[in-house]
């Protein structure tokens, strides 16, 4: 899988690289917002599949719709975070 680190922002996107919606997408679609997330696969030759970060399911958006996000943004993960304590499942009773 790529990562930004290794994916020059001048390069054709390409699964594993994360991204977000254009301006273009985000005059085109302004519901997406500035929703980040990661490209799963190819919906069709101009198409990507992107696992969004706060979404379920995979959505196919127009590869111009598309930006990779720069390496130096650090994302937040809720999914790593329980009750304010990073990493530690909550103990059960």
């Not at 930004?4 to 005059?27: A, F, H, Y």
């Not at 719709?65 to 993960?77: M, S």
């Not at 304010?84 to 009773?93: C, E, K």
């Amino acid at each position: 899988m790529a990562s930004l680190s290794q994916t020059p922002p001048d390069l054709p996107l390409c699964r594993g690289d994360r991204v977000r919606m254009s301006p273009l997408g985000r005059e085109r679609h302004p519901r997406y917002g500035t929703r980040e997330g990661v490209i799963v696969g190819q919906g069709s030759p101009s198409s990507w599949r992107v696992k969004f970060d706060d979404r379920k399911t995979i959505q196919a958006i127009h590869q111009d719709y598309l930006e990779r996000v720069p390496a130096q943004a650090a994302r937040f993960d809720s999914s790593e975070i329980w009750n304010g304590w990073r990493n530690d499942p909550p103990a059960t009773a």
